[in-house]
């Protein structure tokens, strides 16, 4: 994970650019790269993973810059013959090789800058784990890792992960094209045991994958059975981890659902679990900071961002520079409200599955990986790994939800790994409220005199 900026146009302000760096300088502490031109300037910060190589990079007449995480980058470096030294060095080599084709080789996430001669283009992986930001108008191109980097310049938008953004230096002109997202596969017939079985299979791959390149990491945990998993195969692959969770308390508020559950499932099944409580006072300083870091005061995105910014301020007080997250369960296995509507109404479930999975850039990933890179931590996924999504895509319905329970298949498929049939089977509880900090927001409205949770934080 790491921090990108870059800005084309005419009589560029470098003071103007430096704040722009100043507000994103979080990301990535490892190292600092620019170049700075006339009608040019890119800033990037590396936060190392997996190398430590400075960028840009630069080769004849290109230029490159990355946010990544790739996964397969030694596996593609030797299928190409290259000679990259870590996953983004392998990322230039091959876009420098085969344009925009390469996209469709790639297992990881990303979001890149790419220049040769006067065209640049700007892209990120389909999902959309990696945030990338723009504004284009008549006077300059400049884009940023985060909005905040690029609101003294006007109105950010976020750049779509089914799009890809060329931009001629020359023209000044910026074209968008469409980029394919996932498709629905074939239903499965195998029987419920294998598929099963291949759950267990790509799960596993997913979290080697992950982890592999890291020697300990820290998991956002609720005791839920979605971060319960995660923590569960770690053990089983001898990786060294702490979970952690944030709750609110203050006077008669009720015990968080989230922190009881989670001490009990930690104590039970033997993982380090660090927790943290915090009062009214507290939480009002930590919704002001949280606002600043998401860029928005939606009740409900700020709600959910409270305990993943405490967790991931405890997790890198520990050292921790990779925070795992449970995030994409619910999509791949049916465990949203609108997953039973549609499975009441005789829809078709997947089909909900891959809309929802199309919107998590949007609703989800950009707020967790704000919050997380405010922390300069990296947050990473197994879910939402492409094997995973596409065979996850391709079980029925019917193994998924019915009108008693959600997530069927992977509960059980949960429960034949170990996990035990009480923790498998709890019901989802959405973390704002698991964590008592939606209670927490009521307290504070009330206590400001607002009339309601939106009226405060709007008042902020």
Not at 316 to 322: L, Q, S, T
Request: proline content about 3%.
């Amino acid at each position: 994970m790491c921090g990108i900026f870059g800005i084309f146009g005419k009589n560029i302000d470098n003071k103007q650019a430096q704040r722009s760096l100043e507000t994103i300088e979080h990301r990535g502490k490892d190292a600092l790269g620019k170049i700075l031109e006339k009608d040019k300037i890119l800033f990037h910060c590396l936060h190392a993973i997996v190398g430590h190589i400075k960028q840009p990079f630069v080769s004849g007449k290109s230029t490159f810059m990355t946010n990544c995480e790739i996964y397969n980058w030694k596996e593609l470096n030797q299928t190409h013959n290259l000679n990259a030294k870590n996953d983004a060095e392998l990322l230039f080599q091959l876009v420098e090789k085969r344009a925009t084709e390469a996209l469709d080789e790639l297992d990881g996430v990303y979001a890149f800058f790419y220049q040769k001669d006067n065209r640049v283009i700007l892209a990120r992986d389909i999902i959309g784990e990696k945030p990338l930001c723009y504004i284009h108008n008549k006077n300059l191109f400049v884009f940023a890792s985060e909005g905040k980097a690029l609101e003294q310049y006007g109105t950010p938008q976020q750049l779509k992960p089914i799009e890809l953004l060329q931009y001629n230096t020359e023209t000044h002109e910026m074209q968008i094209t469409p980029r394919q997202f996932f498709t629905l596969p074939q239903e499965t017939m195998l029987p419920k045991s294998e598929i099963i079985r291949g759950l267990e299979a790509l799960f596993l791959v997913a979290m080697q994958k992950r982890t592999e390149s890291i020697s300990q990491y820290g998991i956002l945990f609720s005791g839920g059975i979605d971060s319960t998993l995660v923590a569960f195969l770690s053990k089983k692959q001898k990786k060294k981890f702490i979970c952690y969770t944030a709750a609110f308390a203050d006077g008669n508020t009720r015990d968080s659902p989230d922190l009881t559950q989670a001490k009990e499932v930690a104590k039970q099944l033997g993982f380090q679990l660090k927790t943290k409580i915090l009062n009214l006072e507290e939480t009002e300083h930590a919704v002001k900071e949280v606002i600043k870091i998401i860029e928005t005061r939606d009740v409900v995105k700020v709600g959910v961002a409270l305990p993943f910014y405490i967790s991931a301020k405890m997790a890198a007080a520990d050292g921790n520079k990779v925070l795992f997250s449970g995030l994409g369960s619910e999509e791949l296995f049916a465990g949203y409200q609108r997953h039973l509507d549609v499975w009441k109404n005789k829809g078709n479930v997947n089909a909900e599955c891959l809309r929802g999975l199309s919107l998590l850039w949007d609703r989800d990933l950009y707020r967790d990986d704000l919050i997380t890179m405010a922390s300069t931590i990296e947050l990473r996924l197994p879910f939402l790994d492409y094997d995973l999504i596409n065979y996850a895509l391709s079980i029925p319905a019917k193994e998924k939800i019915n009108a008693t329970q959600n997530k069927i298949i992977f509960r059980e498929f949960a429960k034949k790994i170990g996990v035990p049939e009480a923790i498998a089977e709890r019901k989802k509880i959405a973390a704002q409220y698991g964590s008592n900090f939606d209670k927490a927001l009521e307290k504070l409205a009330k206590k400001a005199g607002s009339k309601t949770k939106k009226e405060y934080l709007e008042r902020l």
